[in-house]
C-alpha cells in the first residue's frame, strides 16, 4: 500500500521559513516523479513544483519561483520543499504527490497523494 506523508507544517508569519517533508513507502520511490500542490480555502488545488527522479530537474510555479526549493532523498525515500520568504498568500494546506507520467503540472498525471499539511502565514 503506497504512502505518503506530509509533514512540517504550522504557523509562520509573513517573510518566515518553512520546511515540508513527505515521506514515502510501499513504492519505488526513486522511480517516481515528485511534486507539491497546495490548495487555499476556496480555491482549486494548485501546482507549486516537481522535480524528476535524481532530483535534477525541477519546475516551479511562478507564484514561488526563487522562494521555493524542492529537493529529495532517495535514500530516505522523502521529498522536501524548503519554502523561503513566505507571504499570507501561501497559505494553504500543501499536499506531496508521486507519479511517473513526467514532469508536469496537472494534478491527474500524478496517481499517490498525501493527505496534505496546513501551511498559515500571517502578515
Known amino acids: 500500500q503506497v504512502q505518503l506523508v506530509e509533514s512540517g507544517g504550522g504557523l509562520v508569519q509573513a517573510g518566515g521559513s518553512l520546511r515540508l517533508s513527505c515521506a514515502a513507502s510501499?513504492?519505488?520511490?526513486?522511480?517516481?516523479?515528485m511534486a507539491w500542490f497546495r490548495q487555499a480555502p476556496g480555491k482549486e488545488r494548485e501546482f507549486v513544483t516537481t522535480t524528476n527522479w535524481g532530483g535534477r530537474i525541477t519546475y516551479y510555479a511562478d507564484s514561488v519561483k526563487g522562494r521555493f526549493t524542492i529537493s529529495r532523498d532517495n535514500d530516505k525515500n522523502t521529498v522536501y520543499l524548503q519554502m523561503n520568504s513566505l507571504k499570507p498568500e501561501d497559505t494553504a494546506v500543501y499536499y506531496c504527490a508521486a507519479g511517473r507520467v513526467g514532469l508536469t503540472r496537472g494534478a491527474e498525471d500524478y496517481a499517490y497523494w498525501g493527505r496534505g499539511t496546513q501551511v498559515t502565514v500571517s502578515s
Open positions: 510501499g513504492l519505488t520511490f526513486s522511480t517516481y516523479y
